[in-house]
């Protein structure tokens, strides 16, 4: 679980303009960072192991796995309150584990499990928490952007402090609806950061091939919308612009942050992603990864790497376990197919 704060391409997410991103904050303390790490591998062990149980024919339908870019939600989630909002697309495993929610929950919904959080019916696009203010998962490209618009407006109806962090993609930026939005919240000066997670290959077109205005932090500035670029491969690059842009958000309304990031594996389970080499892939990995980045951070700072391999371990067996406790939770009962579907107010 995050640790809650009170208040270009495919060299791996290098921002084309320098970031931008407030890098001179003060220095997070050994602690902090380690919490950050905790947080990564939790992600990434919990990714592997549902891309291994995809293999199994034990997840049906689509599986988007966030291998790569866990620096870019630990981060943001670290800069926001309890309390504050967050809503995303269907690429959503990390977001959810990074709000707090459980992996054993999260786990059960990806199985189609009746102890999942939305009871085996969402499966791994569309779950949620209010507990948590997680709103979802979203299979619907740049929805994420409309609705975390109407959440936007919600808490400045009712007159609150919260924000909503709107995650999505660089495929979904070309999205009418997100200009609209785009539109709206400058408009109304709604308390929303759309976190656009650049990770260069949208579904399996690259940025240059399917944007005219490939720096993707400009496209709110026709609408007057502050935007900036970020190395979403470094999680301390990312909680120090999530700290500024969450005190602007709170004050002044929207802003785009692009996070210059990476995905490893292909689009979904079934994307072979051919249309880039394996040359290109394993070069990030060597040089870019957000975890062997902070892993190497922390052994500068005085942190041996048994300790850090203790951790690793202890993550293993939690994933284990959620794993197990997926397998074992029962299907949901036929006549769920009848609920949740109206509410009456």
């Known amino acids: 679980m995050v640790s809650k704060a009170t208040k270009s391409a495919p060299s791996g997410g290098k921002p084309a303009n320098g970031g931008g991103n407030g890098s001179a904050a003060k220095s997070p303390s050994r602690d902090e960072m380690l919490a950050y790490y905790r947080d990564m591998l939790l992600i990434r062990r919990f990714e592997e192991k549902a891309g291994q149980l995809y293999g199994m024919g034990l997840i049906g339908g689509f599986c988007h796995l966030y291998i790569g870019q866990e620096a870019v939600v630990v981060g943001m989630q670290a800069a926001i309150t309890a309390d504050d909002m967050v809503i995303t697309s269907y690429r959503d495993h990390g977001h959810m584990l990074a709000t707090g929610m459980n992996p054993k929950g999260v ?60 995650y999505f993609g660089d495929g979904a930026a070309n999205q009418g609806q997100v200009a609209e939005s785009f539109n709206m919240a400058q408009l109304w000066k709604l308390p929303i950061l759309f976190v656009i997670e650049n990770n260069q290959y949208a579904m399996g077109t690259s940025v240059a091939r399917s944007s005219a205005q490939t720096q993707l932090s400009k496209r709110g500035e026709s609408f007057g919308i502050p935007g900036r670029q970020v190395d979403g491969m470094d999680v301390l690059t990312v909680r120090a612009a999530a700290d500024e842009a969450v005190a602007y958000a709170r004050s002044e309304g929207p802003m785009i942050l692009e996070m210059m990031t990476y995905r490893y594996r292909g689009h979904s389970m079934s994307d072979p992603a051919k249309y880039r080499t394996r040359e290109e892939v394993d070069k990030v990995k060597t040089e870019r990864d957000p975890i062997d980045h902070l892993r190497g951070r922390l052994i500068k700072a005085g942190l041996d790497e048994d300790s850090l391999k203790a951790i690793d371990r202890e993550i293993r067996d939690r994933i284990t376990a959620a794993a197990e406790f997926a397998q074992q939770s029962p299907e949901p009962d036929p006549s769920e197919l009848y609920t949740d579907v109206l509410l009456d107010a």
């Open 107 to 166: 786990m059960a919904e990806l199985t189609g499990r009746v102890d999942g959080y939305s009871r085996g019916k969402g499966g791994s696009m569309h779950m949620f928490s209010r507990e948590k203010n997680f709103f979802g998962g979203h299979g619907i490209v740049g929805t994420p952007a409309s609705l975390g618009l109407g959440l936007a407006f919600a808490a400045r109806y009712r007159d609150t402090d919260n924000i909503v962090l709107a």
